[in-house]
Nanobody, 124 residues
C-alpha cells in the first residue's frame, strides 16, 4: 500500500504563489509516476501535471503550463507542485496521485493511489 498526504493549500490572491507537497509512504516503485489533479466545484477532476521518478519526465496541462512546476525529492519521497501566477480559475481541491506504471499518466484511471486533497483558493 501507498499512502499519500498533501499539504500546502490555502488562500492566496490572484498573481500569488503556493507550493503544494505530497509525501508518499509505504510501498514505493522505481518507475512510479506521480501526478497532481484538481477538482473545482461543480466540475470534473482534471489532470494538472505528472512526474516520472526514474526519468524525471514531466508533463503539464495546457492551462498550467509555464506557471506550475512539478518536482520531486527522492530522499524525502515527496512531490511538489510550485504554482505561480495563480488565477481565480485555479481554485480547486488539488489531489496527489501515484501509480507503479501509469501508462496513461494524464488519465485518472491510471492511478491506484490518491491523497485526501488540499484546498487551493485564489481570490480576485
Amino acid at each position: 500500500q501507498v499512502q499519500l498526504v498533501e499539504s500546502g493549500g490555502g488562500l492566496v490572491q490572484a498573481g500569488g504563489s503556493l507550493r503544494l507537497s505530497c509525501a508518499a509512504s509505504g510501498r514505493t516503485f522505481r518507475n512510479a509516476a506521480m501526478a497532481w489533479f484538481r477538482q473545482a466545484p461543480g466540475k470534473e477532476r482534471e489532470f494538472v501535471a505528472t512526474l516520472r521518478w526514474s526519468s524525471g519526465y514531466t508533463y503539464y496541462s495546457d492551462s498550467v503550463k509555464g506557471r506550475f512546476t512539478i518536482s520531486g525529492d527522492n530522499a524525502k519521497n515527496t512531490v511538489y507542485l510550485q504554482m505561480n501566477s495563480l488565477k481565480p480559475e485555479d481554485t480547486a481541491v488539488y489531489y496527489c496521485a501515484a501509480d507503479s506504471m501509469a501508462t496513461r499518466p494524464t488519465m485518472q484511471a491510471s492511478y491506484d493511489y490518491w491523497g485526501q486533497g488540499t484546498q487551493v483558493t485564489v481570490s480576485s
